[in-house]
């Protein structure tokens, strides 16, 4: 089976329109093993030729490191290569190197496909980027394992993928007691060693408490001034703090509605420790019972449900949630960059229901279809316009539109 296909496919079509493209994604989310799948590909279909030889430095090994002690040199020296560089988060003046070391390989006749970046935050990479590779670099996010890449999508599968997250070490382990060592391993070496070579000191336990906080207020509103008052903090270093969680793409912002309503909206973002794993790990559930029985359940599954909503939508998608003061509410609006606008309302019960509030909701944002997705594996019709879609088929009906945006 072909690891992360989507993605693959859609490195292969960035390398040929951008002289460097970027696979952003947090640490042992499989980006090195993409990169070089993608390689053996290219070289197995003739289209290595394309691209020429390819040079992957990885930039934590002081060997790898030291050969970019004068990386213009060493660039032009290798111009005839796809040169893949891995953790550049390492060397973010990199970026205005590159940019004029890809202007003057385009000028010699250089193809378009000249670096792949890989890198394990955004933090760094789209301020640097932005500035510096305007119109000359790509982004393809890589995100922990979804349901439509598992080679079986039984209801065990299912379940398992929720409990322990889609980082790949976490779900293929042996054993659920196996998975969770693996994640507590990883919280762990995150925050003593990964956190501060990017720069910030943090004390790994203040961020570890924080990280724990929005465990347990999975899929909530943020409030501030509580997690401030609980680490002793000012609300400026709770932001600060909660911005460096969001720059590893751990944790995840989903900012509120900010179209005008006539409703009085709440305008706080809601909060998510981005893998479901993660979560059950800095809460210690380890088993299906524990997880089933703890009232983040839910919240857990909105989140997990979101995520993969969200890595199979369209590029250019705008996704936001809808509350207003009364507490009517959308879990989910995906603005579609074809014009349509779903409201995804997220159940984990196998015989949802929804609340009155949800279709003044609908009503007042002008919702085009109007979803429920639930643990329920069959899709049914429901009052009110209501449609019943399985995760499953939604994701396979947002990779279809996907693609063709990709076309």
Not at 116 to 121: C, F, V
Not at 241 to 256: A, F, S
């Amino acid at each position: 089976m072909m690891y992360k296909r989507q993605a693959s496919e859609e490195l292969n079509i960035y390398l040929q329109e951008f002289p460097a493209v970027a696979i952003l994604g947090p640490r042992q989310v499989g980006k090195t093993t993409l990169a070089h799948q993608l390689m053996h590909i290219l070289a197995e279909t003739g289209q290595g030729q394309a691209v020429r030889r390819v040079l992957y430095l990885d930039l934590e090994l002081p060997g790898d490191l030291v050969q970019l002690s004068d990386p213009v040199a060493f660039f032009l020296a290798h111009a005839d290569r796809l040169i893949i560089l891995d953790e550049v988060q390492r060397m973010p003046g990199l970026f205005a190197v590159l940019h004029g070391v890809i202007d003057q390989r385009r000028r010699s006749g250089a193809l378009s496909s000249q670096f792949l970046l890989l890198g394990s935050a955004s933090m760094g990479l789209l301020a640097q980027s932005s500035e510096s590779l305007a119109g000359r670099l790509a982004y393809v996010e890589l995100v922990p394992l979804i349901l439509t890449e598992l080679p079986t999508n039984s209801a065990a599968a299912l379940e398992s993928l929720w409990l322990r997250g889609g980082f790949p070490g976490s779900y293929l382990a042996r054993s659920d007691a196996a998975s969770m060592r693996w994640r507590q391993r990883y919280i762990t070496t995150y925050l003593e060693r990964d956190i501060p070579l990017l720069g910030p000191r943090i004390p790994a336990q203040t961020l570890r408490s924080l990280w724990t906080m929005l465990a347990y207020e999975q899929a909530q509103i943020l409030n501030a001034a509580r997690l401030a008052a609980s680490l002793g903090v000012s609300g400026q270093t709770i932001g600060r703090y909660l911005d460096l969680l969001c720059d590893v793409l751990l944790v995840r912002r989903l900012q509120p509605w900010a179209r005008q309503s006539s409703k009085r909206l709440v305008k706080a973002p809601k909060m998510y420790v981005r893998d479901s794993g993660l979560v059950h790990a800095l809460l210690g559930l380890g088993a299906p019972g524990e997880l089933l029985s703890h009232p983040v359940a839910g919240g857990s599954w909105e989140g997990w449900i979101i995520e993969n909503l969200l890595a199979c939508a369209p590029p250019m998608t705008r996704f936001s949630y809808y509350r207003t003061a009364v507490g009517a509410e959308i879990d989910l609006l995906l603005e579609l960059p074809s014009g349509g606008l779903w409201a995804v309302e997220i159940k984990r019960s196998s015989a949802p229901t929804v609340s009155k509030g949800y279709h003044l909701a609908c009503d007042d944002v002008g919702a085009t279809r109007r979803l429920v997705v639930s643990s329920a594996s069959q899709r049914f019709p429901m009052a009110g316009g209501l449609e019943h879609v399985p995760l499953l088929d939604l994701m396979h009906e947002l990779q279809a539109l996907r693609r063709a945006q990709m076309v």
